[in-house]
Structure formats: C-alpha cells, structure tokens
C-alpha cells in the first residue's frame, strides 16, 4: 500500500476531488451554512464531479496495473492482494476526504446563524461508500479496456449514471439525495441507506471478485452482478432517504402574538412575533382581525398559519419584514393555497395589494401594487377595496374578493 | 527428427514434480490443444513451436490459468509465471518492486528482505537495484522481470517468451540467468529461439500444432544438431514441422 500511496495520481485527483467537493459547498454563497445536513447533501451534489473524476483516476490505475503488475501476478491470489494494496492506498485518502468534508460543513454549521444541529452519519457513509464503489467500477474499466480511454469511458459513465438516477430514469443507489433546499425537519431513513450501503458493498464484491478470479469461473459472477443491478432498479426506485419528522418541539413566544418554533430559532420567533403584531394592528385598523398564533414553517407544516423564518432555499438570509407581513394576510390554514386547484388570479392579487398596503403602512413608503390602487382610485376607494381583500383572505372567502380584482 | 533416443521415460526418478499432466485437452474456441502426458523435470525445458501452435496454451495449463476441458491436471504449489506480455516499466525502484511483489506472493515479513536480496542477486541486479524499472534497458527490465520470479519460493518457473525482442546479447544474459535459476528448480521456457534453446535446455518438448509432444533429451539433441551440420533453426524446424519437411 506504501507503494501505491507514493504514487502522484492518487494524491493529484485527490486534490482534484477536495477542489470540486469545496467548489460545489462555496456556491450560491454557501447557503446551506447553518443547515448541516444540508451541507452534507451538498456534497452530495458535488459527487457529479466528484466521482466521475475518481473513477477516471481509478481506470488510469487500472489501465496502468493490466499492462504492468498484473502481467506478473497471475493468481487469483496474488492479483486479490495486489487489488487490496491498491484499493487501501485509495480508500485512504477518500475516505479523509469526506469525513474532512462532512466535518466541515457540520462545524461550519454550529457557527452560523440560525443552526440546525440536524446532521447524521447516514449520508457520509453511503458517500464514502459510493465513492468506493466507484473507485472499484473504475478501475474495473480501466482493466477491461485496457486503454486510457478507459478513464474517458468511466468518468463519462459515472457522470450519466448519477445525472440518470438523479433524473429518475434509472435507479442505482448510487446517487445520493442532493438537497438544493434545507433539510428543516428531514429525518434520515436508515433502512434506505443501509440497503443503498449493502447494494454498493454487494455490487462491489462481486466486480472485485470478478477482477481476481480466473476467466472460466467468471459466469456466475456475471450473473450474480446483473442479478444485482436489477435489484437496484427494483429496490431504489424512489428516493426515500428523508422522512419529515420533526424531531425537536416547538417553543413559543409571548403573547399577544405567539410564534411557536424549535429552540434554536428561538431569536427569529421573537423577532417574527413582533412584526406579526405590528401587522395585525395594521390589519386591525381595517377592522379586520388576524390569527395571533403561528408557527414556523417547515416541511409538513404548510396547511398550518405558518411563518417563514428561514428562506428554505438560502437558509442564512435574514428574516424580513415583508416575509412576515406575508405569512399573516393571508394565512396558510386557508385551504384555497392548498387545493387541488389553484386560486383566481384575483386571490393573488387580493393578497399582494393587502401586503403592499401593510408594507406601505409598516415603512411609510408606498409600494406597489397599493401605490397604482391608490393612484387610479384615490385614498378612500382604495382603503375600502384592500378592506374588502383582507377580509376576504382571512375569512378564506373568494366570494368576499371585490369583483373588480378579476380585471386587474 | 524424433527419434526413441530423444524419448525420455514416461516414469522417472522425479515423479513427484508438478505441475503433471495426463490425457488433457483444452479447448480455446475454435483451438484444441492436447497433451497426452506432462511430467515436470528438474533443469531447463524449452517449450518449442511455431506461432500459434500453442505454447503459450500450454504454460497457461500448466500455470492453472486454464482449466482443462478434459483430463488431469496436478498444479505445482507455487508456480510463478512470467507470461509472454509481461512489462512494468514503474517509477519504483527494482528492489521496492520485489519487496511489494515478494508481499503479495505472501512471504513473510521477517524472511521478505532476505528473499528479495537473494533474487537481485541470483539475477545479477544487486547494482541495479535502486534504478527505477522505466529507466532500465529492455535488457535489464526483462532481466528484473526474469529475477522477480523468484520470489516466493516457487516450485516451478514458467516463463513465456523471455527474450522475445531483445538483443543478441541481452537474450544470451537472460538465457544464461534462466539456466542458473534451473539449477535451483524446473524452469519451463516457451521460445522461438532455436540454438539458444537447443544449447542451454536439459529437455525440450516440441508442440505441433496443437498437439503436445514428447520430451526430447538437450544432450542428445546437442548431439544430433552436431552430427546434422545444419543450423540450429534448420534442425529446429526438422522438430517442430516434421510433416511439411518431408513434403
């Protein structure tokens, strides 16, 4: 193995990897700082990249090994111990190189604002392992084509078998879930990953197996390992990796307005709970009342009169007023934003001009489209129309939208 | 030209030697090669024959490689085989490529150094041992190759072509080391190179189109190539295309 890890190749797409892998978390600002699993999953997203240059290393070591060593080492035996050397040299660096990454993203997360400590082992494993795998599969290429094209071949086969399974049209195991969103509230499923993890083990035995064992004996390897890859289409057809379960109960605010929360947004409830009462004095000017208990969002919570906290898809944005204002005109119990169809336009519209007219109201700017409301109907027509909006969409009524809405 | 005099006993004094052979036939598509009988000898045996007649076949039999599709193979306990393909041409040293070789053929720790030391030195390279195998001459790369086999105390050395494209001189140094090592234990040479094989082997067996033959004795055919006044490669040939000779 001191041989093999001497060499510069293991090392060069070693580096290649941790570029790719710290590429794909810088992205988009980092947004899934604060959300670890998140973070985990973004590596996921980074295996695109990744795997598909690890398995061009491994073929290149492949390629290198069926015109050199193993020209010297016939038996099985031997060429086992020889792939064993091989595989260690590599494993070693691939697996530092995600526990560093599924490290970082889960220390990286404890410092940011808010922090979610949702982060699980489940995705490093089956990370490592698929890389692992991948390493095997390539490798595998590189003997069998015995050519450096076998690195081309293999790189270009593991970018399309993870895009294929990510597109669903293929199902592998191979590729991980890859969040492009937070995983608020998403609980790891272990029996999917640990069936993910023992199809890789399985598939990888088996094309190990084959590397080292003589041609006649190859047969029911062959079969085994097709037997084995149409398993995988049969048991990983859905992505199943998450539940949503929330794990952590919900402390909540004082009243008048109470946003109820897990602990660790704890600064944003109190912060939502003050916005949410200025809004609802606002609405309450219009003699129109508004629910003064929320939540905060999260997955399975969208029928309840929610808030959103956090920006699910840029998890540090910080809270806004105009989200907030948002989540308490129109309240999300209302079953019409969760029907099986989707409101009129003028439900839309009643909702952004009672927004924009809270807004108005909260920052003493005018903001559209109350601002052209006002300027068409004048001040006392339009305090009437949004009246009318408001009530409409607390009462969850459409009946109650003013007719003139339809033509906006 | 066989004669009863080349013949060698079916039955002799190294009956326990492997890899043994009997009544085997081998089938590679639409290749068949059968060898009635194989008895490993100690000392040098040249395996002869014209391009695909099935050299290679047979030392991949012999090596276990390959299965026979009927008869009785016996394996030696440790075979290593040099095939006719071999190369390496690493950034590692000769001697860090025997140390790593001497591992994976399984000899312990304790006894690798000693081992790997002997075989640089049986093959001549103790000088050589610290030059990367890529900028070692094709001699002296084939010569490593050659001394590698060494390594894990095999019983037998099967060796595929050894010399194949190299030098006059480079080929008589690895014919040279190759009739060294038999002194220790049965070497098994497939080549084309007709005095060389006629000069340094103890026995040769001549393969036929398929067809495995008897073993013929070195010290009688040195003798007969004597008496023939023809060259190595005529009296060769004699051997190994009997038929199309006499046409």
């Known amino acids: 193995m001191r041989a093999q890890l001497r060499g510069r190749l293991v090392w060069l797409v070693t580096g290649l990897m941790l570029a790719a ?388 | 030209m066989v004669t009863a005099d080349h013949r060698l006993a079916a039955e002799g004094d190294e009956g326990d030697l492997r890899p043994r052979l009997r009544d085997v036939t081998v089938r590679r598509g639409s290749f068949v090669l059968a060898c009635p009988g194989w008895r490993t000898r100690p000392g040098l045996t040249a395996v002869v024959g014209l391009n695909g007649a099935g050299k290679s076949t047979l030392l991949q039999l012999l090596s276990g490689q390959l299965g026979p599709t009927r008869g009785e193979v016996e394996l030696a306990d440790r075979t290593n085989v040099l095939p006719q393909v071999a190369r390496l041409s690493s950034a590692s040293s000769v001697v860090d490529l025997y140390r790593y070789l001497a591992a994976l053929r399984g000899v312990r720790r304790r006894d690798r150094e000693p081992e790997v030391q002997s075989a640089l030195e049986l093959a001549g390279l103790v000088e050589h041992a610290v030059i990367p195998m890529r900028q070692l001459s094709g001699g002296w790369q084939q010569r490593a190759l050659v001394g590698q086999c060494l390594l894990g105390s095999p019983t037998v050395l099967l060796l595929d072509e050894p010399t194949a494209s190299l030098d006059v001189g480079a080929a008589r140094s690895i014919w040279e080391l190759m009739r060294e090592l038999a002194g220790r234990l049965p070497v098994v040479v497939a080549t084309h190179e007709a005095s060389a094989s006629v000069e340094f082997c103890d026995q040769m067996v001549t393969v036929q189109a398929g067809v495995v033959g008897a073993a013929l004795e070195g010290d009688q055919l040195r003798a007969d190539l004597g008496r023939a006044s023809q060259s190595a490669e005529s009296f060769l040939l004699g051997l190994i295309e009997p038929e199309e000779r006499s046409a």
């Open chain 1, 21 to 408: 892998m710290a590429t794909t978390l810088s992205l988009r600002d980092a947004d899934w700082m604060g959300d670890a699993l998140w973070g985990q999953e973004t590596i996921g997203v980074a295996q695109v990249l990744v795997l598909p240059l690890l398995a061009g290393g491994a073929a290149v070591v492949g390629w290198r090994d069926v015109g050199g060593i193993l020209t010297l080492i016939p038996a099985g035996r031997q060429r086992w111990r020889h792939f064993w050397a091989t595989f260690g040299a590599w494993a070693i660096p691939v697996v530092a190189l995600y526990a560093v990454g599924n490290l970082f993203v889960i220390v990286a997360s404890w410092w940011s604002e808010p922090s979610i400590p949702n982060a699980t082992p489940w995705p490093a494993i089956t990370q490592t392992a698929g890389a692992l795998l991948v390493f095997v599969v390539g490798y595998a290429l590189g003997v069998v084509l015995r050519s450096w094209l076998g690195s081309v071949v293999a790189a270009l086969l593991t970018a399309a078998v993870l895009i294929l399974d990510r597109m669903g049209a293929i199902s592998t195991g191979l590729a991980e879930y890859a969040a492009s969103g937070t995983m608020l509230g998403a609980v790891a499923n272990p029996a999917y990953f640990g069936m993910r993890l023992v199809w890789m083990v399985f598939v990888g035995a088996l094309i190990v197996a084959l590397l080292v064992t003589v041609p006649r004996r190859r047969t029911g390897l062959l079969v085994a390992l097709g037997a084995a890859l149409v398993a995988g289409q049969l048991t990983f057809p859905t992505d199943d990796s998450y539940g949503i379960r929330p794990k952590r109960a919900d402390t909540c605010t004082a009243t008048p307005v109470v946003v109820c929360a897990p602990p660790e947004f704890r600064d944003r409830a109190v912060r939502a709970a003050e916005m949410a009462g200025q809004t609802g004095a606002v609405l309450r000017a219009l003699g129109v009342s508004s629910p003064s208990r929320f939540v905060m969002w999260q997955p399975g919570r969208d029928h309840l009169d929610n808030l959103r906290l956090v920006d699910p898809g840029t998890f540090r944005a910080p809270l806004t007023l105009q989200t907030v204002v948002a989540g308490v005109v129109a309240p999300l119990s209302c079953g019409l934003w969760s029907g099986p169809e989707p409101p009129p336009y003028s439900w839309f519209y009643s909702k952004a001009l009672v927004e924009s007219f809270v807004m108005s109201q909260l920052t003493a700017r005018i903001t559209e489209p109350y601002g052209r409301l006002l300027t068409a109907k004048g001040a006392e027509q339009s305090r009437a129309l949004v009246t009318q909006a408001a009530t409409a969409l607390q009462e969850c009524d459409l009946a109650k939208v003013p007719p003139s809405f339809s033509n906006q």
